[in-house]
């Protein structure tokens, strides 16, 4: 009776611990969405409560205006151009080529493997410089094509993924398909393909969080203001000596990292068991 | 991980792969296979032609030149690299920026998540909800919205200002003080621990319970399961998580071209955005592309020493 008691004290304790825990980690964000309710006036005063004295819900609209005449919805429509097509070059191209490194024997696949295995680990900032210098030379500075065309040759993180949830998939079922007469293209597309879903699904929401979140391809190719995509577009409009109307850019900060969010709790599941049980990157 | 043999399917003894003589006698058959293989990885091999070893060989070129944009290419030998290692104090700057963010950050983000997987592990009830809130500030932590909430958190008249005058406590400017600004970006750092959590949370599962039981009985408590069972059989996932994080946090750039862009007195001044401001700012391509190497070189130092060393503490329990 008494160990009983004590278990559910130790529970109840644990349990206040982690709230208390989970709420302060949880505060910065808080305190970004309920600043963007705030009047500009009061952002900073108090600025550690969360709750707005008047609720500034016009911080949205004046924000939208975004800024030299080009509102939020072109740089939406920007980011959503750039994210939806990569996301569907990288993921396609990186189902094929897991298909190929999963179940095709071919000469000199262990090479192109490691070869993979290395480009994984390789940072972009490594070939930064030389594929600037590379794309400025076919004319493509302002344009999409260096952030969008390097995806249609698969990326190696999701050829990894895809790959592993290939190898779940038994053998037995290609070679009945090659038996009843498939070859490697149709049993690719007709038993591959329709159960490897789920990974492409985890491949497609990494890929729009990265697409999304990119700052850096679109802060050196891009020139334009018309065509920049959202990350970049609110860098200059929350710029430390520009800014006066804080509310205004705290509501932008918050639309920004809106689909992120959504797609994170329309997906969390996916998300967090493609991290699991792939065991890679954040 | 690092095995490329697809399963059951080795009948095919192993060889160096790229010796095997291309024809076989009796290999006509697979002669499609070879074929198809190389069908479906194409798109890959042109990609890693084209974007990244083509890139790799170019930028080793452009680090002996002093290649500026629109310029001639002037091959210039070691200039670079002797340039960087003796005259430029501002490259010695950053590296010992980077090297104390990331060895601050990397070891802090880690530790906190390990321990917060660890507790989360121990509870039963509404644990999915804890982890998706706990994931959170990863999620969208990648997001330049994110840096410029920080900026104003930590900004002088922001919430964490707010917070120590309001229980009492001096102010400060963290910003702007040379000697705190790196610390707010290593909290930023730490902050997102939420995909190292996942991992070791999913690694702290795949240890059998019969292993806490038995040493229970025996009387272990819990701070010596901790280091004797815990630590030992999640070394494999320890191991994974501090090369990705520590490549990770060399190649930092966002948050200190967005919190603090480098200053004050450059001591937010990390590796990338140096590297990003002498080649975008300045068109000091050849030089810019020595530091990458530089760069890469201490990165490839740093994997090599922990995959070496990790013979000694990564236990592989199969």
């Not at chain 1, 208390?20 to 309920?34: D, E, G, K, S």
């Not at chain 1, 095709?104 to 493997?113: A, L, V």
């Not at chain 1, 090659?178 to 890929?207: E, H, Q, W, Y």
Request: glycine share 6%; hydrophobic share 50%; proline share 5%.
């Amino acid at each position: 009776m008494d160990t009983q008691r004590k278990k559910r004290i130790k529970k109840i304790v644990q349990h206040i611990l982690m709230i208390i825990f989970t709420l302060i980690m949880l505060y910065p964000l808080a305190w970004m969405v309920m600043s963007s309710f705030k009047q500009s006036s009061d952002v900073f005063v108090d600025a550690h409560s969360l709750i707005p004295k008047v609720w500034a819900f016009e911080n949205f609209s004046e924000g939208w205006q975004g800024f030299g005449g080009i509102t939020f919805t072109t740089f939406f429509k920007n980011s959503f151009v750039i994210t939806v097509i990569s996301t569907i070059g990288s993921v396609i191209s990186s189902t094929f080529i897991a298909y190929g490194f999963a179940r095709i024997k071919f000469t000199g696949k262990k090479m192109w493997f490691v070869l993979m295995m290395l480009t994984l680990m390789l940072p972009y900032e490594m070939v930064m410089i030389p594929q600037y210098v590379m794309f400025s030379g076919f004319g493509w500075i302002d344009t999409y094509l260096p952030l969008i065309l390097p995806t249609f040759f698969g990326v190696p993180f999701f050829i990894f993924l895809i790959m592993q949830f290939i190898r779940t998939i038994p053998t037995e079922l290609d070679q009945a398909a090659k038996i009843d007469g498939c070859n490697t293209f149709s049993i690719f597309f007709r038993i591959i393909v329709p159960l490897v879903v789920p990974a492409m699904m985890t491949a497609a929401i990494f890929s729009f969080y990265w697409r999304w979140d990119d700052f850096m391809g679109p802060l050196i190719y891009l020139v334009t203001p018309e065509k920049y995509p959202v990350s970049l577009a609110l860098k200059l409009f929350s710029d430390p000596s520009a800014v006066t109307n804080w509310g205004a850019m705290f509501a932008m900060t918050t639309v920004s990292i809106l689909p992120v969010f959504l797609i994170f709790f329309i997906f969390q599941r996916y998300i967090v068991d493609g991290i699991s049980t792939s065991g890679l990157k954040s | 991980m690092a095995q490329n043999q697809t399963g059951k399917e080795t009948v095919v003894p192993v060889k160096p792969p790229f010796k095997k003589p291309f024809k076989r006698p009796k290999r006509l058959r697979t002669g499609y296979e070879e074929l198809s293989g190389y069908a479906f990885i194409s798109p890959f091999i042109i990609g890693l032609v084209a974007f990244t070893l083509y890139p790799i060989v170019y930028s080793l070129y452009l680090s002996f030149t002093n290649y500026g944009m629109g310029g001639e290419y002037e091959w210039i030998g070691l200039a670079n690299y002797e340039r960087m290692f003796t005259t430029d104090d501002t490259w010695r700057q950053s590296l010992k920026v980077t090297f104390l963010y990331a060895g601050t950050a990397v070891p802090l983000r880690l530790v906190f998540a390990l321990m917060v997987a660890v507790a989360l592990n121990k509870i039963v009830e509404a644990v999915g909800l804890y982890r998706t809130m706990l994931y959170l500030p990863s999620v969208v932590g990648g997001s330049i919205g994110i840096s410029i909430m920080w900026r104003q958190l930590f900004g002088n008249d922001g919430a964490f200002n707010s917070v120590l005058a309001s229980i009492g406590l001096p102010t400060h400017s963290w910003l702007g003080d040379p000697g705190t600004a790196i610390w707010t970006l290593v909290a930023l750092y730490g902050w997102q621990f939420g995909s190292s959590m996942l991992i070791f949370l999913a690694g702290l599962r795949n240890i059998p319970k019969t292993f806490y039981e038995a040493s229970a009985v025996d009387g272990a408590k819990p701070w010596q399961q901790f280091f004797k069972i815990t630590i030992p059989l999640l070394t494999p996932v320890i191991l994974f998580n501090t090369i990705m994080q520590t490549i990770q946090g060399f190649m930092a750039f966002t948050p200190s071209f967005i919190v603090t862009n480098g200053g004050p007195m450059n001591s937010t001044l990390l590796y990338v955005l140096y590297m990003y401001r002498r080649a975008f700012e300045f068109f000091d391509m050849g030089y810019a592309s020595a530091m990458a190497w530089v760069m890469l070189i201490i990165i490839a130092i740093f994997t090599a020493v922990i995959f070496k060393s990790s013979d000694k503490w990564v236990h592989y329990n199969d």
